[in-house]
């Protein structure tokens, strides 16, 4: 179904949603996005990604032309205008149209965009059966060049990871940083389960901050299980009891093989399956 999307204000039809070849989130990736979740009408850990996206603007020099509260309601505007209670939003910022020059000075106003609609990362069935990754060859973005928790318009790398593990038929790729270190896969954060306690990459390994990691730990916290944020390699994912991927998307998925190791018996563990549940229960509050 088409849906209407907000472009500055106001709302086009799917066909009429046209930015600016001169935009410099189109010319040069100049500009930030989060993926946001709605559940029965609620923008979910709606504060978590507005401040995310505030402080990824504010980090690259984008001044967001309008309040985080007038941000909430384009948000839920959004969904009344499309009709929807459950959706996948895709908020934008970027730089805005300029010249076909770098020089973001010349940029004369950040452009905001708004999408509400679905998305299905991945089908239905491996919620049950778990994923099957591999490691890929492409690194994680050094930190030192751009800071990961700046979810930036930029993810070329993220793609051609994304590439190489379509093109060996999986879903999902592991990308370490260049330390050799686990940072995180193309499109989520990646945790592992090891003698009872939850373990993740933290976020000096180069990670995205993600917002569905943040609350997967805290509800760890207050359901009193182990969890810690730590720097883990291959060794660490092969010899895990379990291993479970999230994301807004994705939200909380299992992985039960990583370049051909099968993990525990092959299925999503007990661990992961109680963490989906609690995570499943938060989405209804």
């Given at each position: 179904?088409?849906?209407?999307?907000?472009?500055?204000?106001?709302?086009?039809?799917?066909?009429e949603a046209k930015v600016s070849v001169f935009d410099h989130g189109?010319?040069?990736?100049?500009?930030?996005?989060?993926?946001?979740?709605?559940?029965?009408?609620?923008?979910?850990?709606?504060?978590?990604?507005?401040?995310?996206?505030?402080?990824?603007?504010?980090?690259?020099?984008?001044?967001?032309?309008?309040?985080?509260?007038?941000?909430?309601?384009?948000?839920?505007?959004?969904?009344?205008?499309?009709?929807?209670?459950?959706?996948?939003?895709?908020?934008?910022?970027?730089?805005?149209?300029?010249?076909?020059?770098?020089?973001?000075?010349?940029?004369?106003?950040?452009?905001?965009?708004?999408?509400?609609?679905?998305?299905?990362?991945?089908?239905?069935?491996?919620?049950?059966?778990?994923?099957?990754?591999?490691?890929?060859?492409?690194?994680?973005?050094?930190?030192?060049?751009?800071?990961?928790?700046?979810?930036?318009?930029?993810?070329?790398?993220?793609?051609?990871?994304?590439?190489?593990?379509?093109?060996?038929?999986?879903?999902?790729?592991?990308?370490?940083?260049?330390?050799?270190?686990?940072?995180?896969?193309?499109?989520?954060?990646?945790?592992?389960?090891?003698?009872?306690?939850?373990?993740?990459?933290?976020?000096?390994?180069?990670?995205?901050?993600?917002?569905?990691?943040?609350?997967?730990?805290?509800?760890?916290?207050?359901?009193?299980?182990?969890?810690?944020?730590?720097?883990?390699?291959?060794?660490?994912?092969?010899?895990?009891?379990?291993?479970?991927?999230?994301?807004?998307?994705?939200?909380?998925?299992?992985?039960?093989?990583?370049?051909?190791?099968?993990?525990?018996?092959?299925?999503?563990?007990?661990?992961?399956?109680?963490?989906?549940?609690?995570?499943?229960?938060?989405?209804?509050?």
């Amino acid at each position: 179904m088409a849906c209407k999307v907000y472009i500055d204000g106001t709302f086009y039809d799917e066909s009429e949603a046209k930015v600016s070849v001169f935009d410099h989130g189109l010319l040069y990736g100049d500009g930030v996005f989060e993926g946001i979740r709605a559940y029965n009408g609620k923008v979910f850990l709606c504060q978590e990604h507005i401040d995310r996206i505030y402080e990824g603007a504010n980090y690259i020099c984008i001044n967001i032309p309008m309040t985080k509260k007038e941000m909430e309601k384009a948000l839920y505007a959004a969904l009344k205008e499309n009709g929807l209670k459950d959706a996948y939003i895709r908020l934008i910022v970027t730089r805005g149209t300029g010249c076909l020059g770098l020089n973001p000075f010349k940029c004369v106003k950040p452009s905001i965009i708004i999408i509400a609609s679905s998305i299905e990362l991945y089908p239905p069935e491996l919620y049950e059966q778990g994923l099957s990754i591999i490691t890929s060859a492409v690194p994680a973005v050094n930190p030192e060049a751009l800071n990961p928790r700046v979810k930036s318009l930029n993810y070329l790398n993220n793609i051609l990871a994304k590439m190489e593990a379509l093109n060996a038929g999986m879903f999902e790729a592991i990308m370490l940083n260049s330390q050799g270190n686990v940072a995180e896969c193309t499109g989520d954060n990646i945790f592992i389960v090891k003698n009872g306690v939850v373990k993740t990459p933290p976020v000096t390994a180069g990670i995205l901050e993600g917002c569905t990691r943040n609350a997967l730990l805290k509800l760890a916290k207050d359901a009193g299980i182990p969890a810690q944020e730590v720097n883990l390699q291959r060794y660490d994912l092969y010899a895990a009891d379990e291993c479970f991927l999230t994301g807004t998307a994705a939200e909380l998925i299992a992985v039960t093989k990583i370049d051909g190791r099968i993990l525990g018996d092959g299925k999503p563990g007990p661990m992961t399956r109680k963490l989906l549940g609690m995570f499943r229960d938060l989405t209804k509050k």
